[in-house]
């Protein structure tokens, strides 16, 4: 049989951990927003680095700095 002292011991842990889980799903809460964020955030960066790559059709073709700066064609060899 529980004596009155372990009963309110035992509410008082009671108390406790329940404060603690609760504080625990906060931090667990706080912690799935920052990962969403930063989900976004790559998911901006990544799609602006793609607007910058070049584009495949051009890439098959000469695209040495000369040719881009000056729009000169390479000088026959023969």
Aim: avoid cysteine; proline fraction near 5%.
């Amino acid at each position: 049989m529980q004596t009155p002292v372990n009963t309110a011991e035992t509410a008082l842990k009671i108390k406790e951990l329940e404060l603690r889980l609760e504080v625990a799903k906060q931090r667990l809460s706080d912690r799935d927003e920052q990962l969403a964020e930063v989900k976004e955030d790559r998911d901006r960066w990544r799609q602006q680095a793609t607007a910058l790559l070049p584009d495949p059709k051009r890439s098959t073709e000469n695209t040495g700095l000369l040719r881009r700066l000056f729009g000169r064609e390479k000088p026959n060899s023969g």
